[in-house]
């Protein structure tokens, strides 16, 4: 069937450079991926894929706590920002990516 509809999207700069990345090492094209995921939805009558929240740690989950945990789990985050025990962002969500693959 031949492809004849234009499909314009916005999305995160930075998600979609990494989706490339990855696409690439798969050697798909983002339109063939796209083509790929609006079939699968078609075919399965629903998004392909499960969607859920992500399971939070209960040592960090802030809902889960009671406001003395709270203010001391952050007193201690204080107490490692002053002393310069910090990461940058980036750096520790690279990090986490890593740990997860």
């Known amino acids: ?8 999207l ?8 990494q989706a490339e990345d990855v696409l690439k090492q798969l ?6 991926a796209v083509d790929m995921f609006l079939r699968q939805v078609s075919l399965t009558g629903g998004i392909p894929f499960s969607v859920s929240l992500p399971k939070v740690p209960v040592a ?12 001391a789990a952050l007193n201690v985050g204080y107490e490692d920002m002053k002393a310069g025990q910090t990461e940058d962002a980036a750096a520790a969500f690279a990090k986490s990516r890593e740990t997860r693959q």
């Open 27 to 32: 050697g798909i094209p983002m339109a063939t």
């Open 1 to 8: 069937m031949e492809k004849t509809m234009t499909l314009n």
């Open 10 to 17: 916005r999305v995160n700069p930075a998600v979609k450079q």
């Open 60 to 71: 960090i989950n802030a809902d889960a706590m009671t406001t003395q945990q709270l203010r």
